[in-house]
DNA sequence: ATTGGTGCAAATCCTTTGCAATAGC
DNA sequence: GCTATTGCAAAGGATTTGCACCAAT
């Protein structure tokens, strides 16, 4: 795995600390984080960041690849850039988990070839329903 | 198909003016709306609506299953709540298509038991990607 | 030195909420 | 008549933007 500067300098951003650190972050989370959990974990190290600066970082490293949006309910949850996969989202509490499934490929190119929609390189099948705690 | 004011009073919902037209609205576009969409289209036919009820309608719709929501980039979109069906989404513009295909029950199954999450009974499956406008 | 990034503050977009008035049953 | 539903106004959360300063190359 590339160092977070270079990852960074390759796509032609300047490797700030700001950028590093998040995308640290996106790395080593098993769940997906809104900016808002970003923005907390960056400070709670000492980081002297703005919200805006956050936002604006999650969606420079989405649009070159090196992290990905999924949508929901509430705010936008952002996961590192890594292997594709797909998404299950639950559609009471946001939370994100993934699905290292390939079987999806089959459906996905399906789907392209019926609607002209072109796949995502990141997991491009999102699944809603309720999770485990949403449900009880 | 059974009248609006009949699918509304089986929900225990009373059957008021503005529900019957969104739910006919809903039900007449082959897109999915936006709240201020339907907003915009209520108004345009003369009725009488606060953009809060709109809000409110098209939640409690889809609590009863008359409608469902499409999260995607910008606002929430709207459809009816007639079959289940899966969406694709475009990720720049927004826009909603609906997928008319049976074959990804199988995958949907497939997910339940590798994550625990229930499936929707309204489409549960998302397909992202960019639109034809908006791979140009 | 240049130019891309950042913080700050303000603005915008989307949505929710409290409450008194209204309309469905 | 009772109570769900509405309009209005105000608040709230999430995200974007303008601009002067700062830092990576």
């Known amino acids: 795995m590339p160092s977070p500067s270079l990852l960074l ?3 032609g951003l300047r490797a700030t600390s700001n950028r590093r650190q998040i995308l640290d972050l996106l790395g080593s989370r098993a769940s997906h984080l809104s900016a808002a ?9 000492g980081e002297r960041v703005d919200p805006a600066t956050v936002y604006r970082t999650l969606e420079v490293l989405t649009e ?3 992290a990905h949006v999924v949508d929901g309910p509430g705010p936008k949850r952002y996961g590192d850039g890594s292997e594709p ?3 299950a989202v639950c559609r ?3 939370a994100v988990k993934d699905l290292p499934l390939r ?3 089959d459906a996905a190119r399906h789907i392209e070839e019926l609607t002209g929609l072109r796949p995502d390189a990141s997991g491009a099948l999102l699944f809603h329903g309720l999770c ?3 449900s009880l």
């Open 92 to 94: 009471q509490c946001g």
């Open 85 to 87: 996969h797909h998404h």
């Open 9 to 11: 300098r390759d796509r």
């Open 64 to 66: 070159v690849g090196l």
């Open 132 to 134: 485990g705690a949403c």
């Open 37 to 45: 959990e970003v923005y907390d974990a960056l400070r709670r190290t």
């Open 103 to 105: 079987g999806l490929a």
